[in-house]
C-alpha cells in the first residue's frame, strides 16, 4: 500500500502477524478496508479469505486486497459449494405468496385473537418464517422463527399462531430442499441455509470478516466454526450496528480476541468528529473520533442546498420528496421508491375498502381500522405519521411523487433513510426532522416540566450513523429533539 500506517494501523499489522484473533473497531471513514489490504500485503507469504456485507462491497475489496486474498460474500461461497444446483429454481418465475399458501394446504381463514387471520396472511408468515430460520444458526425451525403479527402479538395468541403456521413451515422447508423443482419460491438465503447446514470449513491462514456488527447468525455460525483452524479477524463499528430489527447482531463485542481500535477519520474535520462522539457516548460504544484537520467540515444551519437528506422512516422519505417536488427539486431515492409505492398502495386498498397483503397493513380491514389503531393504541403509535401523510395529500400523491423520481447520477438532491444510507457519504448532508425524542417519565424537573426518558442506544447508533455521512458539512436540525436531552454531552447546547 502506498500510505504510511497511523499508530493504530501499525498496532493492528503486529497483532495481525501473531495470527491471534482479532477484534478491530473501526470508527466512520477510518479507512477498515485500506487497512484490512495493507494488512494483508505485509503478509504475502499468507492465504486468506475476505467475507464482505454486499458484492458491491466484494468487488470493491477485490481490486484493493492482494491476489492471496479471496474477496467474498458469504452467498457466493455458497453458491460456488452448492447453490448452483438451485440455479433453475432461483431464476423461476415470481408466484404470489398466496398462491405458494394455496399450494401448501392454506385455504381457509382462521380467527385468532378475535381476528380473522385470512390465507393470504397466512402465507406471507409462513414464508417469513423459514426466512426467520434461514438467518438464524437453529438447525430445526421451531416457534421463535414466526414472525409476530400487529394485533395479535400477546404470547397467548402467538403460541395459537405459531402453532398453526409450524407444520406448513416445515412442509415450505422440505420443498425447498428438492434443487429441481418446487412451490415455493428459492431465494438465495435459502442455499445460504442449506450451506450452513452442512458445517462448512473455510480453508486459509486467516478470515477476514468485514461489517461484522451486522451480522446474522448463520454467518456468525458459520464463521466461528473456523476459529480452529484458521485466524479469524472481525472489524466493524459497533456504533453502527442499526439491523436488529431483522435478525443481526453485533458479534465482535463478545468475541474471545485481542480488541483493537481505529479511531482517526479520514472523511471530516473535528468538528464532525466532535458532533459524532456524544452520539458515541449516548450509544456506549467503545471508542470516540478524531477528526482529520486538514479537512475543514463544518456543521450547523445549511446556507446551500445539501446533496443529501437523510431520515429515520420511510414516511419522513415521502414527506421530503414531496416537499422537494413542491419546490421544482428533482430528488432521487436511495434503494428506489418500491417500498413508498408499496405503502401507498396499501393504504389505496384499504381506503378503498379492499384488504391488503403489505406485511405492515395486512390485518386490517380498512383504512378506519388502520387509523383507530394508530391514534388509541400504543402499539401502533409508529403508523401515526403515515396515517397523516396519507389524510394530508392522499396515496395518489404519493404515487406520483415517486414515479417522478429520478437516478442519483440526474437528481439535485438525493433521499435516503439512515439505513439505506450506511456505508454512502456526501459532501453536504442535511438531517430531516423525523427523528422523535423518548417519551417522558412522571417525573418533574426543578421547574415543573416532565424529565423525559433515557435516549434508546438504538436511536443514538442512527443518529451517528446519519451525521458520519458527511464531509464537508453537517446540518444537524433534525436532530435537534436530541440534542437538548439531558443525557445528551452537549444537551444545554
Not at 232 to 240: N, P, R
Amino acid at each position: 500500500m502506498s500510505f504510511t500506517p497511523t499508530d493504530e494501523q501499525a498496532t493492528a499489522l503486529d497483532a495481525f502477524h501473531s495470527g491471534d484473533p482479532l477484534a478491530i473497531q473501526a470508527g466512520a471513514g477510518t479507512g477498515k478496508t485500506a487497512t484490512l489490504a495493507f494488512l494483508a500485503k505485509q503478509a504475502p507469504t499468507r492465504r486468506g479469505r475476505y467475507l464482505a456485507f454486499n458484492r458491491a462491497i466484494a468487488l470493491d475489496a477485490s481490486a484493493r486486497f492482494p491476489d492471496t486474498v479471496q474477496c467474498k460474500t458469504a452467498h457466493s461461497l455458497a453458491y460456488a459449494a452448492l447453490g448452483y444446483r438451485y440455479r433453475a429454481r432461483l431464476n423461476s418465475p415470481r408466484r404470489p405468496g398466496w398462491v405458494v399458501g394455496q399450494d401448501l394446504g392454506l385455504h381457509a381463514p382462521v380467527r385468532i385473537n378475535g381476528i380473522d387471520v385470512m390465507p393470504a396472511t397466512l402465507s406471507n408468515t409462513v414464508l417469513r418464517t423459514v426466512t426467520g430460520f434461514c438467518q438464524s444458526a437453529d438447525r430445526e425451525l421451531a416457534h421463535h422463527h414466526v414472525p409476530r403479527l400487529r394485533r395479535i402479538d400477546d404470547e397467548e395468541a402467538h403460541s395459537e399462531l405459531a402453532a398453526l403456521i409450524l407444520p406448513y413451515a416445515r412442509k415450505a422447508w422440505a420443498d425447498l430442499q428438492d434443487p429441481h423443482a418446487g412451490m415455493v419460491r428459492f431465494e438465495h438465503d435459502h442455499y445460504l441455509k442449506i450451506w450452513a447446514l452442512t458445517d462448512p470449513v473455510l480453508p486459509g491462514d486467516f478470515l477476514l470478516l468485514d461489517e461484522a456488527q451486522d451480522t446474522n447468525a448463520v454467518l456468525e455460525q458459520i464463521v466461528l466454526a473456523q476459529k480452529g483452524h484458521t485466524q479469524i479477524v472481525m472489524v466493524g463499528d459497533s456504533a453502527q450496528a442499526i439491523y436488529g430489527w431483522r435478525g443481526a447482531r453485533d458479534v465482535m463485542t463478545g468475541f474471545d480476541a485481542r480488541h483493537l481500535t481505529l479511531t482517526r477519520s479520514f472523511r471530516f474535520g473535528p468538528l464532525l468528529a466532535h458532533e459524532a462522539n456524544r452520539w458515541l457516548t449516548l450509544s456506549k460504544a467503545p471508542i470516540q473520533l478524531t477528526g482529520t484537520d486538514e479537512l475543514a467540515t463544518t456543521v450547523g444551519p445549511h446556507t446551500r442546498r445539501a446533496d443529501a437528506v437523510l431520515c429515520r422512516t420511510n414516511i419522513g422519505a415521502i414527506s421530503e420528496i414531496l416537499t422537494l417536488l413542491d419546490n421544482r427539486v428533482t430528488p432521487a431515492l436511495v434503494g428506489g421508491g418500491d417500498a413508498l409505492r408499496a405503502l401507498a398502495q396499501a393504504a389505496r386498498d384499504l381506503i378503498q375498502g379492499r384488504r391488503t397483503h403489505h406485511p405492515e397493513l395486512l390485518l386490517f380491514t380498512s383504512w378506519p381500522a388502520l387509523r383507530e389503531y394508530a391514534e388509541h393504541d400504543p402499539a401502533g403509535s409508529d403508523l401515526q405519521p403515515f396515517a397523516n401523510l396519507v389524510d394530508e395529500h392522499g396515496p395518489d400523491a404519493i404515487l406520483n411523487a415517486v414515479e417522478q423520481l429520478a437516478p442519483e447520477s440526474a437528481a439535485q438532491v438525493t433521499v435516503s433513510t439512515v439505513h439505506k444510507a450506511k456505508g454512502r457519504e456526501w459532501s453536504h448532508v442535511r438531517i430531516a426532522p423525523d427523528f422523535s425524542p423518548p417519551p417522558d417519565t412522571d417525573v418533574l424537573d426543578a421547574a415543573g416540566r416532565p424529565i423525559p426518558g433515557p435516549v434508546n442506544e438504538a436511536e443514538a447508533r442512527l443518529a451517528y450513523v446519519a451525521v458520519t455521512r458527511a464531509c464537508r458539512h453537517l446540518d444537524p436540525a433534525g436532530l435537534a429533539c436530541l440534542h437538548h436531552h439531558p443525557d445528551n454531552p452537549r444537551g444545554a447546547g
